[in-house]
């Protein structure tokens, strides 16, 4: 069954360094998102991305935070310059057709210290 | 702002008896609700979901459950199964005008015992 793959699975970086997490979705899903889940917290949405663009972006997602399609497969999240505060669990998720229906991937768990 | 909530954190229940996981809501423009299974080190996987055109859905042992006037939703899992013990999400959709992203709850964690 097709999935939705991130990596790293885990990833330690020290405060103010750049990160750039990993998303494989799904081979022809077209609509991309990413959430993060602060432990002990709900899943909240940070971006959605189609047509290689960003088409919707929550209060999260501010200017140290970036999204990229480099290529045919990869879609990556940039968190520019890190803080205490981004340590969490990332999810990238994907859908065929923009529907709430999405397929998540395991999650990218940032720690920053 | 809670606008999905979900306020029970956790839920135990005996092998071969009912689980029922509520969900509670604010937003009225929400029109589609999904119910998300999360075991630990692992993604949300996608259970069942109801559009706001309907009050029931039905798959399996799975069924949801809408009341658009109360602004609930419930899963029922019968029967329940050792392996049904995860982390419940329910999200909702169509906030705003806005289709894609998903407003999740905070989670019920559900316990089966044998």
């Known amino acids: 069954e097709p999935e939705v793959t991130q990596t790293p699975s885990h990833q330690v970086t020290q405060m103010g360094q750049e990160v750039i997490l990993r998303c494989v979705p799904i081979s022809n899903h077209l609509y991309f998102y990413w959430y993060r889940q602060i432990l002990g917290q709900k899943v909240e949405f940070l971006v959605s991305?189609?047509?290689?663009?960003?088409?919707?972006k929550s209060e999260i997602f501010d200017d140290q935070f970036s999204v990229e399609r480099p290529d045919g497969s990869n879609f990556t999240l940039k968190i520019r310059s890190t803080k205490l505060e981004d340590s969490a669990m990332y999810f990238c998720?994907?859908?065929?057709?923009?529907?709430?229906?999405?397929?998540f991937g395991a999650g990218t768990r940032l720690s920053v210290l | 702002d809670q606008q999905v909530k979900q306020n029970s954190p956790s839920l135990s229940v005996q092998e071969g008896r009912i689980s029922i996981l509520n969900c509670d809501y604010t937003n009225s423009m929400f029109d589609y609700f999904l119910w998300y299974k999360k075991y630990p080190a692992e993604g949300p996987t996608f259970l069942i979901s109801?559009?706001?055109?309907?009050d029931k859905n039905e798959d399996g042992r799975f069924t949801v459950f809408l009341n658009k006037s109360a602004k609930h939703l419930s899963l029922h899992i019968v029967p329940s199964q050792p392996g049904d013990s995860a982390v419940y999400f329910c999200a909702a959709s169509g906030y705003g005008g806005s289709q894609g992203n998903l407003i999740f709850g905070k989670g019920t964690k559900l316990s089966v015992k044998p």
């Open positions: 991305f189609y047509n290689n663009e960003i088409s919707e």
């Open positions: 998720a994907s859908s065929y057709n923009g529907r709430p229906l999405q397929y």
């Open positions: 109801i559009s706001s055109i309907k």
